[in-house]
């Protein structure tokens, strides 16, 4: 496992024991979780409250949107990681 996939992994609550420099950003009552119970809400209602009857187009719409994140966010990771030395007034945006 890399760097980055042991960070997003501890981030997105997904070890039993969390790292506790790593914040749980799912962790009950914060915003991601909010969101997330938001989004599974909805899942349910759109499957008529039957999640074993969930529409497919439902599930690859939510399974995209959660690889994209991923993508995204290695991406700022590694960005972080390249400009990690850098201060305001080197960085010209």
């Known amino acids: 496992m890399n760097f980055f996939?042991?960070?997003?992994d501890h981030m997105s609550g997904?070890?039993?024991?969390q790292d506790?420099?790593?914040?749980?950003?799912?962790?009950?009552?914060s915003n991601c979780d909010q969101l997330y119970q938001e989004a599974y809400d909805a899942?349910?209602?759109l499957s008529g409250g039957n999640l074993d009857t969930?529409?497919?187009?439902?599930i690859c719409i939510m399974?995209?949107?959660?690889?994209?994140q991923r993508i995204f966010c290695a991406k700022a990771f590694e960005y972080g990681e390249?400009?990690?030395?850098?201060d305001g007034q080197e960085y010209e945006g």
């Open 63 to 68: 399974d995209a949107y959660e690889k994209m």
């Open 82 to 86: 390249k400009f990690a030395g850098l």
């Open 54 to 58: 969930e529409n497919p187009d439902v």
């Open 14 to 17: 997904l070890y039993t024991e």
């Open 20 to 29: 506790a420099r790593i914040e749980n950003m799912f962790e009950q009552g």
């Open 43 to 45: 899942r349910i209602r």
């Open 5 to 8: 996939d042991f960070v997003y």
